[in-house]
Every structure is written in C-alpha cells, then in structure tokens.
C-alpha cells in the first residue's frame, strides 16, 4: 500500500520558524523525486520545492526561496522543508508529493500525495 504522510505542521508567530517532514513508503520511492505544494484557503494549489531522487537538483518557488531549504536523506523517501522567517501569507496545508521525475513533481501531476498538514502564521 502506498503512502506519503505528512507532519511537523502547526501555529508560529510571524518570523518564526518550523520544519515539516514527509515519508513515502509502499514503492521504491527511494528513486522518486519529491516535493511539496501548498494550498491557502480560497487559492489554488501551488508549487513550494522539489527535489531529485539523489538530493542534488532543487527548484523552489521565488516566494520561498532563500527562506526555505529543502533536504532528503540519501537512501530513503524522507523529505524535510526547513521554513525560516515564516510570514503570514505562507499560512496554508502544506501538501508532499512524489513522482518519477522532478518535472511531473514541479507540474503538480504527481501519482502520489499526503493528506497535507497544516501551517499557520499568526501573532
């Protein structure tokens, strides 16, 4: 059975910081790309990071870059999203994904998604 299970989501002030973690299990995911989206209420769905299989090629969205840091473990599925300086408007359920290659990951059109965990950024 294949799953992809968020966690690490929660409440943060403004300029805070959290970390969220994915792991994908039920394939051999440890060759997959990955990545994370997020939806905010009344928006759609939109591309956070994503990375190769290897850990070496990265993208991330111009909103989070240089705030977030994307890493995985070498040999497994397990992803981590370092979120620094967080700010309201990154307040949304913060979805992990996997798909064969980065490109269908940064598409959206990934086969395999978590139920998403939940980001809020308030005072």
């Known amino acids: 059975q294949v799953q992809v299970v968020e966690s690490g989501g929660g409440l943060v002030q403004p300029g805070g910081s959290l970390t969220l973690s994915c792991t994908a299990s039920?394939?051999?995911?440890?060759?997959?790309?990955m990545g994370w989206f997020r939806q905010a209420p009344g928006k759609e769905r939109e591309f956070v990071a994503g990375?190769?299989?290897?850990?070496?090629?990265?993208r991330y969205a111009d909103s989070v870059r240089g705030r977030f840091t994307l890493s995985r473990n070498w040999d497994g599925p397990v992803l981590e999203l370092e979120m620094r300086n967080l700010q309201p408007e990154d307040t949304a359920v913060y979805f992990c994904?996997?798909?064969?290659?980065?490109?269908?990951?940064?598409?959206?059109?990934?086969?395999?998604w978590g139920q998403g965990t939940q980001v809020t950024v308030s005072s």
């Open positions: 994904c996997t798909a064969e290659t980065l490109a269908t990951v940064v598409s959206g059109t990934s086969a395999y």
């Open positions: 039920g394939r051999a995911f440890n060759r997959f790309a």
């Open positions: 990375v190769t299989w290897n850990g070496i090629n990265k």
